[in-house]
């Protein structure tokens, strides 16, 4: 599976829920799934579990109690945003996030099996990453994109977002996005060579891209 990623206690929690069957309907997705799972490129802290079937609180606050067992923590918290559930973990001086959201967004692609676990496809987190970049800035989710452009053109990853949000995304839109990548200094702990500059010279090109094909219509 290449480089190690995952860390000993989010091993714990990923095998913890993928034998649980109060939350079966759960994937793993996010950074901590492309890097533990598929690049293996940079260092992720939390948790993401989505699950496209509704599901009842109780039987996520069940697993939850079980992870805090199975970490031996200190404490557990809990938060509800919206259609997340966010749960926090500290033990000793480390607070450890795991989070399940139900995410009514059918996958492209089926899920993977890893070690009984289903994680989302790699084509999947980058249509979300995509999304997510056009939604918010952070410099670990231009990061992330980055790589999964390597293997996936912008133009399908658009292409999957129209099929997946029902959302057309703009070219001026997405340009005026990605070049938010010069507000970016530094980088997420990174497993694999990566400079800032690099990274910007990436998007930058993309964007000009971008600008032709706005004036190309």
């Not at 926090?88 to 399940?100: H, L, N, P, S, T």
């Not at 999304?131 to 292409?159: A, C, G, S, W």
């Not at 938010?180 to 990566?194: C, D, F, H, S």
């Amino acid at each position: 599976m290449g480089r190690e990623i995952l860390m000993p206690w989010q091993k714990q929690v990923i095998q913890l829920v993928a034998r649980a069957a109060e939350v079966s309907s759960f994937y793993l997705t996010g950074g901590t799934a492309l890097a533990g799972y598929y690049l293996h490129h940079r260092r992720s802290e939390d948790l993401d579990f989505f699950s496209f079937e509704e599901f009842e609180l109780a039987a996520v606050e069940a697993a939850a109690k079980r992870i805090k067992e199975e970490l031996e923590a200190d404490e557990m918290r809990f938060f509800r945003r919206y259609d997340r559930r966010q749960f926090f973990y500290r033990q000793g001086d480390q607070e450890y996030k795991v989070e399940f959201t139900q995410y009514p967004f059918k996958p492209l692609e089926p899920p993977n099996l890893f070690d009984g676990m289903r994680v989302d496809s790699k084509f999947d987190i980058a249509v979300n990453k995509l999304m997510t970049v056009v939604e918010r800035f952070d410099p670990k989710d231009f990061v992330d994109l980055y790589f999964l452009l390597q293997e996936y053109p912008l133009e399908r990853v658009r292409e999957g977002v129209r099929e997946k949000f029902g959302m057309k995304l703009d070219p001026l839109v997405v340009g005026s996005e990605l070049a938010q990548v010069r507000g970016i200094y530094a980088l997420p702990k990174m497993t694999v060579e990566l400079t800032v500059q690099e990274l910007k010279d990436f998007f930058a090109d993309l964007v000009k891209t971008l600008r032709a094909e706005v004036l190309e219509e």
